[in-house]
């Protein structure tokens, strides 16, 4: 099952300002709600980016899933992210351009996203406390290119999830892994399908 965040393709509300600097971890919450009432059993959640960080926080609070693959997940904020997605902010035309083919609203989409990741309320942000009480299987996969953020993205989150975490770093590989490397990437989900939990 794939699905659209709220504010996301075709999913309403949309968005007004800036997300709040909770937002990931509010959908994770709403994630949940949306599991139980698809009556979905111990599914692998396989999240990008943010959806990574979400489908992360989701496995750290709720004992409903059997494992997580994190593509280009991000736990704590670098300043290597900021900077390029101020980039982004600088010259917006592009990315909202191509937001615009999944995107009803592509520009409010973009300022919620890019105004929560560059502003002050932001800088502080870290998850990687929460992260200790994951207890499912959980692969963590980066591209050693990505342009969001450095390999300790990566490495730094498996050690905090401790001895259930698996890190791969793939080489050359920029954010967009699922674009550039679609057949790494379903080869890692279906390795995370076979290693998952099982419950009696």
Partial sequence: MAYDRPGHGESLPTPTGHWPVNWL???????DLL????QSE??????????GSIALLHAAHYSNVSGVLAIAAHAWLENEAVVRIQQLRDNPEGVIGALARHHRHP?????????AWTSEAFSTWDIRPELEAIDVPCHIV??????????LQATDTAEVVGANAQCTLIPGGRHLLHH?????????AVEAWQKRSTFD
């Fill in 42 to 51: 111990q599914p692998l959640l396989v999240g990008h980016s943010d959806g």
């Fill in 35 to 38: 599991l139980a009432a698809v």
């Fill in 180 to 188: 550039d490397q679609p057949e790494t990437v379903v080869a890692l």
């Fill in 107 to 115: 520009e409010p989409v973009f300022e919620a996203w890019s105004g």
């Fill in 25 to 31: 971890r509010t959908e994770a919450d709403r994630f």
């Fill in 142 to 151: 980066q591209g050693d290119a990505d342009e969001y953020g450095t390999s």
